[in-house]
């Protein structure tokens, strides 16, 4: 939970001396405090080459000394402004702690460790982002960033670059070394409502964070609620809009409408192999290939003979072995309404499919569920589950009923838990699995980043951070699924 030490008395003397005559009233122990807010569990943030200050309150003191800090970082005291500065290269060793003591009179001293954190390293494989969509009529997005060692940070993007993503922050992608990030309304929310931000569609360095490229709604005209993004090189990137799909080029900043993608689901990209999938859901579902090749869409049909019939769409990911994960529906008005999830082989378009016995939410983010290996997570509200895929050519597709795994209530461990926001996500790496959820939609100030390692509880999350969030869009790992 997060505390503040605000104006925390640190007063302490730790060695009383005996310096004073007979009869003579002790010299007053030295007192410090900050009067910055530093937080109790976690370091203080610092931006490379930019400088930090930490002011203090302090009587009785004679001096106030720190020790030497590692490569990369600088540190000086003002003791007549009653301040500490420091500061940090790009270089700099990334987690460093500010050791200070103060000395008063005769040999009374008290001393103090403060955490620091040098924020020059956003594409470590362990860190994780969570994209913050923001309150439509009110805020920009935002981008929290959770660190290799658990701490957290509400807004990288903005401490970065002392600016804005645009508003209604939707989707990112990674490539190339760069992390790109669509907004739904940029600096323009449907109500005219003006924003000062960065605009609908930001570039910036996967390893820094630093903004490289920004395109404002002028640079996107004719984008209508862009939604979701996929980039397979500089000059191809994909945007889903509310009537389908198109290429946008950076360089010229040409928008082309790419031809068989009308009405394109409001769904994450799958991108792998050189090529970003999206899907048509339907009578006729198939998946939607996208490459550089070409400015038109390749249809693959799903299998029509399958054991559970296709009439809708939920969801799809991609697969370590190549394939595709599809979760799919049986409409109720022409069948049984039931659930399935299938392995797709994208090369001779055969599916193995396992039912499921709950139909999960998708949210607006367009994601039905998760998967680590052949493991597939997915909630019905705040409830979670597990499907444990097995490929066996001896099972029925009803088998998944009987493997179906009932995880967690969340809640049932919180209170506050009542509303599951937007999907689930699975660390590519540790397997952790992500979820985020609000008290409700009118108190989404309380919420909850939830982590859970299955594999070792489900009664209890592995990590749990409160009130970071602002309209969660969706979980975010420098590598797996781009």
């Not at 937080?39 to 002011?55: H, Q, S």
């Not at 923001?134 to 600016?163: C, H, Q, R």
Request: include cysteine.
């Amino acid at each position: 939970m997060k505390k503040t030490w605000g104006l925390l008395l640190v007063a302490v003397a730790l060695v009383m001396g005996s310096c004073t005559k007979e009869n003579d009233e002790p010299a007053p122990a030295p007192t410090f405090e900050w009067t910055t807010d530093i937080t109790t569990d976690g370091p203080v943030f610092v931006v490379p080459d930019t400088k930090v200050e930490m002011a203090y309150a302090a009587e009785h003191v004679q001096t106030v000394t720190v020790e030497a800090l590692p490569s990369g970082w600088s540190v000086s005291v003002d003791q007549n402004a009653r301040k500490i500065e420091l500061s940090a290269t790009a270089d700099a060793t990334t987690n460093a702690t500010l050791k200070l003591t103060v000395a008063g009179a005769g040999e009374q001293t008290l001393s103090q460790s403060v955490k620091l954190y040098c924020l020059n390293n956003f594409d470590n494989p362990a860190g994780v982002f969570v994209l913050n969509e923001g309150n439509m009529t009110t805020e920009n997005g935002s981008l929290t960033w959770i660190s290799p060692e658990g701490y957290v940070l509400a807004d990288a993007y903005k401490a970065v670059n002392g600016t804005e993503l645009g508003n209604v922050a939707q989707d990112m992608a990674f490539y190339g070394g760069k992390i790109y990030i669509i907004s739904q309304n940029g600096n323009k929310n449907p109500n005219g409502t003006v924003f000062e931000n960065d605009g609908m569609l930001v570039v910036a360095d996967a390893h820094t964070l630093k903004r490289t490229a920004a395109f404002t709604n002028d640079d996107l005209e004719g984008l209508d609620w862009p939604t979701h993004i996929a980039v397979l090189d500089e000059q191809h990137l994909y945007i889903r809009d509310n009537a389908g799909i198109y290429r946008f080029d950076p360089t010229t900043k040409a928008l082309t409408f790419v031809s068989g993608s009308d009405g394109a689901p409001k769904s994450r990209f799958v991108t792998m192999d050189g090529k970003a999938y999206t899907f048509k859901s339907g009578y006729f579902s198939k998946l939607l290939e996208l490459s550089t090749e070409s400015d038109a869409v390749k249809s693959i049909s799903f299998p029509y003979s399958v054991p559970c019939m296709i009439n809708r769409v939920l969801g799809i990911q991609g697969a370590d072995d190549g394939r595709m994960w599809v979760m799919t529906s049986t409409s109720t008005t022409v069948g049984s309404g039931q659930i399935a999830i299938g392995k797709f082989n994208l090369t001779d378009c055969t599916m193995i499919q396992r039912r499921i016995g709950v139909e999960p939410g998708v949210g607006s983010s367009g994601e039905a569920f998760a998967a680590y290996g052949n493991n597939l997570y997915y909630a019905d509200g705040v409830t979670l589950y597990c499907l444990p895929f097995d490929e066996s050519e001896d099972l029925k597709a009803d088998s998944g009923l009987e493997a179906e795994q009932w995880l967690v209530d969340l809640s049932g461990l919180d209170k506050n838990a009542g509303i599951r926001y937007n999907g689930l996500g699975v660390h590519p790496r540790s397997g952790r699995v992500y979820i985020n959820t609000i008290k409700s939609y009118a108190l989404f100030g309380q919420n909850q980043i939830w982590g859970f390692d299955f594999d070792t509880s489900a009664e209890a999350p592995a990590v749990k951070y409160e009130n970071y969030t602002h309209f969660p869009a969706g979980f975010y790992f420098p590598v797996g699924r781009q």
